[in-house]
């Protein structure tokens, strides 16, 4: 594995103020191996390779770290979790907190509860089911420190998915592409009608030139109304 990032990996880490363990490594490799061997039969990602998965999956999924959004967190959700990114691996890494981990497909959180299990993950609980109805259960509504989506839908879409999962003066995260300038036009009326507030977009880079990234932070100002998220499809189809 030595042609594997391990030192920028270490280097987030550092910058956090904090230290990537042996043994947490190890796991996380255990992992994007589980993926990138399971993807043959279950198509949980498009990516193939164990050199391009460790920077596109792990680095990234890391790269909140630094946040302090993130390091204030104890209870997070992860919207749209697919095979388990960025759930997993901060989960791996910071035992401390508790994440749950959604996703409407149930051959993914499948595979992520199966992971979960062979990794020993005592902080990590997944959810089958559509982020507009289960943002309805008492269980999860406006419960958690912080809510992240990576490669979900856009972002006023987004913001109607996870802020009714935040709890009032919490945040939510989203992991953008380079292009998310765009998608930051248009929020006023999603921002204002959800109660919340656009904080600062962070942009990043990849090793290996493997891409520009970026993070939204959006407040949440106020209790989200009982009628947010609407049904299952209409947050896509006519957005806020
Ligand atoms: N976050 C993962 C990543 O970055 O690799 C997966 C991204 S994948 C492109 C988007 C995932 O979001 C899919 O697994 C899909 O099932 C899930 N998803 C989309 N809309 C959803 C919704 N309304 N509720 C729950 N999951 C949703």
């Not at 030192?7 to 947490?24: N, V």
């Not at 109304?225 to 806020?240: E, H, I, M, T």
């Amino acid at each position: 594995m030595s042609h594997l990032r391990r030192d920028e990996l270490e280097i987030l880490f550092r910058q956090a103020g904090l230290e990537l363990s042996d043994s947490a490594h190890e796991r996380l490799v255990q992992f994007l191996e589980l993926v990138i061997h399971t993807n043959e039969q279950l198509n949980l990602t498009a990516i193939t390779s164990l050199e391009e998965g460790y920077v596109k999956h792990l680095y990234d999924s890391l790269a909140i770290i630094g946040l302090p959004e993130f390091a204030r967190a104890d209870t997070l959700i992860d919207i749209g979790s697919g095979a388990g990114f960025p759930s997993i691996p901060l989960a791996i890494c910071f035992p401390g907190k508790r994440f749950t981990s959604l996703d409407s497909t149930q051959k993914k959180i499948n595979f992520q509860a199966q992971a979960a299990e062979l990794l020993g993950l005592q902080n990590f609980t997944t959810c089958w089911g559509r982020a507009e109805e289960l943002a309805h259960s008492p269980a999860y509504r406006e419960s958690f420190d912080l809510a992240t989506a990576r490669a979900v839908a856009q972002v006023n879409i987004l913001l109607e998915l996870a802020l009714p999962f935040v709890k009032t003066g919490s945040a939510a995260v989203f992991y953008k592409g380079k292009d998310y300038l765009s998608e930051l036009e248009s929020l006023q009326k999603p921002l204002a009608v959800l109660h919340a507030g656009l904080d600062r977009a962070i942009s990043y880079h990849l090793p290996d030139n493997l891409g520009e990234r970026a993070f939204v932070v959006f407040q949440k100002q106020q209790p989200t109304a009982s009628a947010y998220p609407r049904k299952p499809g209409v947050p896509q189809k006519k957005p806020l």
